[in-house]
């Protein structure tokens, strides 16, 4: 049998990286069957496009997993692969947290012809085998012979092929520079990010959270040596093909035994897999000095912090109080002493904010070194205490707001501003912090890094930009370029200016000096 997964686009951005989830059931597929992988992110095709795709390849099931945001999107895919007679399997966090709408057992109509709740690591070889025989059943739970919920326990760790995997589509690298790459840039030919699982699972419940239901506060991990041979084998592969790749560790708080991660980042260390990576970690972990030490050391280059708000009273009213806004600063210079820079998230929109929550935010976040800030709304997703807070209060505007979808809309009235007043401070929070004058502070305060160190930064900072701003054309991306073209002007001269020194000293090296200095290079 063929089976196609296809993951919907989100309408907004093109993600920077491809879901593990994908390539996860790919690999867990029984080796009789084919897997096709289609992310509308990196592949945009509508209805019609997707079904006489699959009709030509001749599927015989298609899987599609969606966050609650793209949840209107995969139903409209399903409905049209149902409708041209294929099966459809939905799985991943919505699905799970609103079984009945899949099956059309809210009174709506049915999209699925099965769903996968919960992770589906363990069912989805059984899903594959009915849906080959042509008796798939409504829902696939992961549970034991008791009927209690078994959570897999991540060991033994599937191989995810990813040297085989053509990943062309997620380059970094836009199409227009890598011919010049190819040919003066040896080593950046293209630029691939690898999302990559240490563990799963986080146990804090913050309230708007849906991790710590859906993965449960059992926390498991890989051992460490199965995410050292994956590092090896990536790593390897990029040097062969003069590329570069930077890993996300995609754990929910990759520091959450402070200790194993320790222990994975020696182990890193000793095997000599360092690879560029970034991961999610939560700012009262980062207290630990040895911790941040071999984040640098294992060439842990960024980190993901959850701040969501400055305000104690917030994250109270989050059960994020172990988030403490007073050592914020302190937490990113440690990070910065050692060269990691922080990507800082802010939510707005929370019960104690007030107009000016932009303002104040943003003051704070100048006064650190520099990151790169992202703000969202607070957003009540199903099965998460918060919507069972803001439900029972009677307070949604827009009870399924995944089924209109919004980027940046409150579905919700909050306590202290309106949800047009939300919607100015995150543009406000948005267009400063990545304004053109932000973006050569930002770079100024870095002056003292390699110039590579701040290419990349200013490079990432034009993609973050694009998270809020749709920077979805060529259009677009020109206009950015040409706003930010002293910063780029800049940086372009020093660069070549070092790159063309170092081709120069790499010619004037005397014959008699090289081995010498091989030698001392070897030691
Ligand atoms: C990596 C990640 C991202 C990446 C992007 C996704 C990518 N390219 O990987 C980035 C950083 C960009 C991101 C952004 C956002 N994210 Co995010 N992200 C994650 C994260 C940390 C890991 C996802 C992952 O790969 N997990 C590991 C895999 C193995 O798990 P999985 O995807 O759930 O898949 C398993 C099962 O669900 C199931 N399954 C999944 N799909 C399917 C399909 C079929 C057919 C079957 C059978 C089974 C199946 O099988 C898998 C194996 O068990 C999750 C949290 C988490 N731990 O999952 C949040 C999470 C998915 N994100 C979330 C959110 C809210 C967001 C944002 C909206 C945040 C924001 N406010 O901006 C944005 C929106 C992104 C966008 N523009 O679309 C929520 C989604 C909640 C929901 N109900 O929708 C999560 C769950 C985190 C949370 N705090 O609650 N995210
Ligand atoms: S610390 Fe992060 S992953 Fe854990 S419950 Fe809170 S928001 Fe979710």
Not at 203 to 213: L, Q
Not at 250 to 275: E, G, H, Y
Request: hydrophobic share 40%.
């Amino acid at each position: 049998m063929k089976i196609l997964l296809y993951n919907p686009d989100n309408g907004v951005t093109r993600n920077f990286m491809p879901h593990l989830w994908m390539f996860l059931l790919q690999a867990i597929t029984p080796r009789e069957h084919e897997v096709l992988l289609v992310d509308g992110n990196a592949k945009p095709m509508n209805e019609t496009e997707l079904v006489n795709y699959a009709r030509e390849q001749g599927v015989g099931l298609v899987g599609i997993g969606a966050m609650t945001r793209m949840a209107a999107r995969a139903y409209r895919m399903a409905d049209a692969m149902r409708a041209a007679g294929i099966p459809v399997v939905m799985g991943g966090p919505h699905v799970t947290e609103v079984p009945d709408e899949a099956l059309g057992k809210d009174g709506g109509p049915r999209h699925a012809d099965a769903i996968a709740l919960g992770e589906a690591d363990e069912t989805w070889p059984q899903i594959v085998a009915d849906a080959a025989n042509g008796c798939l059943k409504d829902i696939y739970a992961p549970v034991d012979e008791t009927g209690k919920e078994h959570k897999p326990s991540l060991q033994p760790y599937p191989q995810i092929p990813w040297n085989d995997i053509d990943l062309d589509q997620f380059d970094m690298v836009p199409k227009f520079a890598r011919p010049l790459l190819k040919r003066y840039g040896s080593g950046w030919q293209a630029v691939h990010v690898i999302p990559m699982e240490s563990g799963r699972g986080c146990p804090y419940g913050c309230e708007f959270c849906t991790v710590t239901g859906f993965f449960g506060d059992s926390i498991r991990f890989r051992s460490n040596e199965s995410v050292v041979q994956e590092l090896l084998a990536l790593k390897k592969n990029a040097r062969e093909n003069l590329s570069q790749v930077i890993v996300f560790f995609i754990d929910d708080n990759f520091a959450i035994n402070i200790k194993r991660t320790k222990s994975l980042l020696r182990d890193i260390i000793a095997a000599d897999a360092q690879v560029p990576w970034m991961a999610q970690i939560s700012a009262n972990l980062l207290r630990d000095e040895e911790l941040v030490d071999l984040i640098a050391a294992s060439e842990g280059k960024w980190v993901f912090i959850g701040m969501e708000s400055i305000d104690t009273a917030n994250l109270k009213d989050m059960n994020k109080s172990f988030n403490k806004p007073a050592e914020y600063a302190t937490v990113l210079n440690r990070l910065a002493a050692r060269n990691i820079y922080a990507v800082t998230s802010f939510i707005f929109g929370m019960d104690n904010d007030t107009a000016g929550v932009a303002d104040r935010t943003l003051e704070q976040i100048e006064s650190w070194p520099p990151g790169l800030p992202v703000f969202g709304q607070l957003t009540p997703f199903p099965a998460t205490p918060l919507y069972d807070r803001i439900v029972a209060a009677n307070r949604l505007t827009r009870p399924k707001h995944w089924m209109e979808f919004a980027p940046y809309q409150m579905a919700h009235e909050p306590l202290k501003m309106s949800i047009s007043q939300t919607q100015k401070e995150l543009d406000e929070a948005w267009s400063r912090s990545y304004s053109p004058e932000r973006n050569l502070q930002a770079l100024e305060s870095l002056k003292e890094q390699h110039v590579k160190f701040r290419v990349i930064h200013l490079v990432m900072r034009l993609f973050f930009r694009g998270i809020y701003f749709p920077q979805m054309n060529t259009r677009a991306w020109l206009k950015v370029i040409a706003q930010n073209r002293r910063a780029i002007y800049s940086l372009s001269k020093e660069a070549v200016g070092k790159w063309r020194e170092g081709r120069k000293n790499k010619h004037q090296l005397p014959q008699s000096a090289s081995p010498a200095i091989s030698e001392k290079r070897a030691a």
